[in-house]
């Protein structure tokens, strides 16, 4: 079989077909390519590029309340900065991870709708000059487009409101979490049909929903239906009616809610996060046929390159039947590994995803 692009690649992995080879991705943390700049990975090439992994391209889109952003402390180590969602964090310089939140804004009904005020789909939150100056390019290298999505349960949360704070009023005023996750979706769709209309096209839609941590869920099923479930549904069903495919991160386990995940309209999901507790043979062969996955590879292993190694050889083989497989880890490349250690990862991950 002649080699394909990665474009010809998702979409047979998508459609559940074979193709030349399973696609390749994955992505390290900032610190990790430290090192591998460290360990001879030149600086003059996309570090993507170089290790040869297939072609990704996003299109973003600001839908933040664009409150005044500043940083309030820096050090050699870490910067203590204000986001445009308001919410105050640390984060590490040269260590990989998350960033440690200190505060927010928008505490209730009232911050809420002074934010909500400003959140409007205004054609400047779109980078029009970098589709521009990028997208002939992209589609010339058969690059697999995606509009990155920014709306849900984890986005709230996470970088909005704060864990406890959603969580309790996930109970106690729900009809605030979904006016908040209505009006996130409801700018991202503005904008994107935005950038629709000006004829660029992309393959897919995706967006980050973390939901579950080790063997559990944030919330329950039934919450999940009542509050979650219609802003993913309203998305998928946009994004279904152009033709494109929808792809959902949700670290955790999450699989009891696979079932509604396929039922709304997820094409496919990431990163099956092994450490969590799920199982990505398993889930391939309960769910192989209705639903497309991406990563798997327990990222634990990453420390010791035997152990990772032979679970990529147990994994990609049963994964990549009858397609609907992208290879990755199931979070991200963390700083314990080396440089030499990812080039055997991505050249063991194309010899085992191979259809030949």
């Not at 889109?61 to 640390?90: C, L, M």
């Amino acid at each position: 079989m002649e080699e394909m692009t990665t474009w010809e690649r998702m979409k047979r992995m998508y459609e559940h077909r074979e193709a030349d080879r399973v696609p390749v991705t994955d992505g390290p943390w900032g610190s990790t390519l430290e090192r591998w700049h460290r360990e001879g990975l030149p600086t003059d090439i996309p570090w993507d590029h170089y290790f040869g992994l297939d072609k990704f391209a996003g299109i973003g889109a600001d839908n933040s309340p664009r409150f005044p952003s500043r940083v309030i402390e820096e050090t050699e180590e870490y910067t203590i900065a204000v986001s445009p969602w308001g919410a105050t964090s640390k984060n590490w310089k040269h260590a990989g991870g998350v960033p440690e939140f200190l505060d927010f804004r928008v505490k209730d009904w009232g911050t809420w709708r002074e934010a909500k005020a400003r959140m409007q789909p205004t054609r400047d939150r779109v980078n029009w000059a970098h589709l521009e100056q990028n997208y002939k390019k992209w589609r010339e290298e058969g690059r697999w487009i995606t509009a990155g999505f920014w709306f849900g349960f984890d986005v709230t949360h996470s970088w909005f409101i704060g864990t406890a704070k959603v969580l309790m009023a996930m109970v106690e005023d729900p009809e605030w979490i979904a006016d908040i996750l209505n009006h996130e979706l409801e700018l991202d769709l503005a904008l994107f049909q935005m950038v629709w209309d000006e004829g660029y096209r992309f393959d897919a839609i995706g967006w980050p929903d973390d939901m579950g941590y080790k063997q559990h869920t944030f919330f329950s099923l039934p919450m999940y239906r009542q509050l979650i479930k219609p802003v993913h549904q309203r998305a998928a069903e946009w994004a279904h009616a152009k033709g494109l495919k929808v792809h959902l991160h949700s670290c955790g386990d999450v699989h009891t809610f696979i079932p509604d995940l396929i039922e709304l309209g997820i094409d496919m999901l990431n990163p099956l996060e092994v450490k969590a507790g799920m199982d990505p043979v398993a889930l391939k062969k309960q769910y192989g046929d209705r639903l497309a996955f991406h990563g798997g590879i327990n990222a634990v292993n990453f420390t010791d390159p035997d152990a990772l190694f032979a679970e990529m050889k147990r994994v990609i083989p049963v994964m990549k039947e009858n397609g609907g497989y992208v290879i990755s880890s199931d979070h991200s490349v963390p700083d314990s590994v080396s440089f030499e250690d990812f080039k055997t990862f991505v050249r063991l991950a194309k010899e085992l995803g191979s259809y030949e």
